[in-house]
């Protein structure tokens, strides 16, 4: 075959017992008398006596596929790489299993960091990095060895990590990307989780800056998913490590919050005193610019292979990643650009009012939280971005909204209907993911829905599986799915970006904006990634005040004056890239950013 091919079997998916082999009854080669597509047998490694090898060698490769389309549990992925990709891999996992091709270089004193899709090897690279596993340069049948990875690697970046790393000298501290898997790992309480990791003296420093003290004397499991994102990076940066690997820092922060921990992160790698260094995968791309000194590019095909570029600036490596296009590495790695328009100010509404509501309050028990509402209009049909710290009182609001709490001040003498997709998601029933999305509604599978919802949320690959067993991405997308599928009045989604990469954040918009627009629905979307918000919003709602005391909402209003008035209290600025006028936030203190805030322009500048 094509020697630039690979094929994957996904194990879990391959089930002989029930297709009967139709892809090797199917495969050219095999019919011809040959040894393509075989049966593992005893094969005492897999443990999975009767799934199929497929012959990477005898293989036709992605032009021939036959067995890919007559495989009914897509268990067989075969691909062309792409001929720019010269170099082996650095890890096989096995035969017909995921590839990793390069690697990321962890700089001492420097932030580095890594933008790319979910499944592409990044926590794969990192066990390498971390020396828990030996990369086997694509050689799965024999035993790995430093020395291979060392001489490999000899002459490049990564030399000197290397050797200390076989020398033992390489410490690693790591965050994990699911937080919500935390108090499955410990029962305890906050304090005693992080006591256990302060390493530096600092655990005190890190508990104010994040915030975190209020919910020190408080178990695991009871603290919110925003708690135990803080609480996961102070234990990460409490410790001394040479070498820390953040995996998301940002789902279910605010933007103040994202901002303080991407600081900590800077602090920790500048410290003139030692030689730490930091990699951290982010797809919230304005912390990520903000955050990082280089980034390395990662793409390839999620499950079947994965490319890690060499180190690029921030700024070219964002850019080129949205224009889906590399550089130096002379590779599409999408056919269609993410595109930003400057769409100040975008041409308000002109729907009928769904909801006119007067001015509100509410207050929980004596002195806890008190929200002021601002009068407005919602219209059918708007995409309406909210934005504003957490715990201050967005969704306190949508349930006034809802009927399901009824304001002090003021009244709403109606009642919406409302779908609501929770910032964390509880979808634990052991249920199928067909199951669940055909019980809410009589679209399911219709061409339509599958158009409409399922495809740019990429369902289909996983409307098999158990609820149970999705990843926070796929349940992510499962939720937004279930919210958009459910008849109502008006769509309310809390935090939709958590978990998704960059990729799928600009999908899922794409699904939102579509539906509400071929609905006349109207839908609010709470969110603390610029990015989406930008990209999503016809209007804005800006919550301000002092969380978990008194909030604020103001009317809706168009998304420069409401992107102003939330970055002014923030006390950020951002502007457009030239080159995709994506926006980015200016260095605190640079020349950009007195002068935008001089002259009140926080965003469209
Ligand atoms: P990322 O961190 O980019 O999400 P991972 O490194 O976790 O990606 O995984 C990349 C791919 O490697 C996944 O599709 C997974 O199926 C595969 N993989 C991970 N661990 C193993 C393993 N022990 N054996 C076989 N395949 C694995
Ligand atoms: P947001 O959606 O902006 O994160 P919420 O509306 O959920 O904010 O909550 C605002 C504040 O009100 C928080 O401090 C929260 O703890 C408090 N709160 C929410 N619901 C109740 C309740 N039923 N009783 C008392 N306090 C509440
Ligand atoms: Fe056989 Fe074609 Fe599948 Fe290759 S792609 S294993 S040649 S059926």
Redesign the pocket.
């Known amino acids: 075959m094509a020697d630039d091919s690979i094929a994957v079997v996904d194990l879990d998916r391959c089930q002989p017992d029930r297709c009967n082999y139709e892809c090797a009854n199917f495969c050219p080669p095999n019919r011809t008398g040959k040894e393509c597509i075989t049966v593992r047998g005893e094969d005492a490694e897999t443990g999975d006596p009767d799934q199929v090898r497929i012959s990477e060698e005898i293989c036709l490769g992605e032009t021939c596929g036959i067995c890919v389309e007559k495989c009914p549990f897509d268990a067989i992925e075969i691909i062309n790489l792409p001929q720019e990709l010269t170099e082996e891999p650095t890890h096989r996992y096995n035969e017909n299993a995921f590839a990793l091709y390069g690697l990321p270089v962890p700089e001492p004193g420097k932030v580095t960091g890594i933008l790319g899709p979910n499944g592409i090897g990044k926590s794969t690279a990192v066990n390498g990095l971390a020396g828990e596993m030996i990369p086997n340069l694509g050689d799965y049948s024999d035993e790995p060895s430093w020395d291979a990875v060392l001489e490999r690697y000899r002459g490049s970046e990564l030399q000197q990590f290397i050797n200390r790393l076989i020398d033992g000298e390489i410490d690693i501290a790591r965050k994990p990307q699911y937080v919500d898997q935390i108090p499955k790992q410990f029962d305890g309480k906050t304090r005693e989780l992080l006591e256990a990791t302060d390493e530096r003296g600092e655990l005190d420093y890190l508990v104010d800056r994040l915030s975190i003290r209020p919910v020190m004397d408080q178990p695991i499991d009871s603290i919110s998913g925003g708690e135990l994102q803080r609480v996961a990076i102070a234990a990460t940066l409490a410790r001394d490590a040479d070498f820390y690997f953040l995996d998301e820092i940002t789902p279910y922060l605010d933007v103040g919050q994202r901002m303080v921990a991407a600081r900590l992160i800077r602090e920790l790698a500048e410290d003139e005193e030692t030689d730490r260094s930091m990699l951290v995968v982010e797809h919230d791309l304005a912390i990520l610019d903000l955050l990082a000194d280089s980034i390395h590019v990662g793409y390839g095909e999620p499950g079947a292979f994965g490319v890690i570029t060499p180190p690029k600036s921030v700024r070219k490596g964002i850019n080129e990643y949205l224009e889906g296009y590399l550089t130096n590495e002379n590779m599409r790695i999408r056919p269609e650009k993410i595109t930003f328009e400057e769409h100040a100010p975008r041409a308000t509404t002109k729907g009928m009012p769904l909801v006119e509501y007067p001015d509100l309050e509410k207050s929980?028990?004596e002195g806890?939280?008190s929200l002021e509402v601002d009068s407005g209009t919602i219209y059918e049909g708007e995409v309406l971005g909210i934005v504003?710290p957490?715990?201050?009182?967005?969704?306190?609001l949508a349930k006034m909204f809802a009927g399901s709490i009824d304001p002090d001040e003021g009244s709403l003498d109606f009642e919406l209907d409302i779908s609501y997709k929770p910032q964390y998601i509880e979808i634990d029933q052991p249920m199928r993911v067909d199951s669940f999305l055909s019980s809410i509604t009589d679209e399911f599978g219709t061409s339509y829905w599958n158009t409409e919802v399922a495809q740019p949320l990429q369902l289909e690959r996983i409307m098999e599986q158990q609820l149970t067993d999705l990843s926070g991405g796929e349940r992510q997308r499962v939720a937004i799915a279930a919210c958009l599928s459910d008849e109502s009045d008006l769509y309310v989604l809390d935090e939709p970006s958590a978990h998704l990469d960059v990729e799928q954040r600009v999908q899922a918009t794409t699904a939102i904006r579509r539906y509400a627009e071929n609905h006349d629905a109207t839908v609010l979307v709470i969110d603390h990634d610029i990015y989406m918000i930008d990209l999503l919003a016809d209007r804005l709602m800006v919550?301000d005040g002092e969380?978990?005391q008194h909030?604020h909402a103001a009317m809706p209003q168009e998304m420069r004056a409401g992107m102003n008035d939330f970055l002014a209290d923030l006390d950020i600025t951002f502007r457009r890239d030239e080159r995709t006028s994506r926006p980015r936030i200016n260095k605190p203190g640079s020349q950009k950013d007195s002068t935008q805030k001089r002259q009140g322009e926080y965003y469209y500048a």
Request: hydrophobic share 25%; no cysteine; net charge neutral.
């Open positions: 929980y028990g806890e939280f504003g957490n715990g201050i009182g967005k969704s306190t919550f969380p978990a909030g």
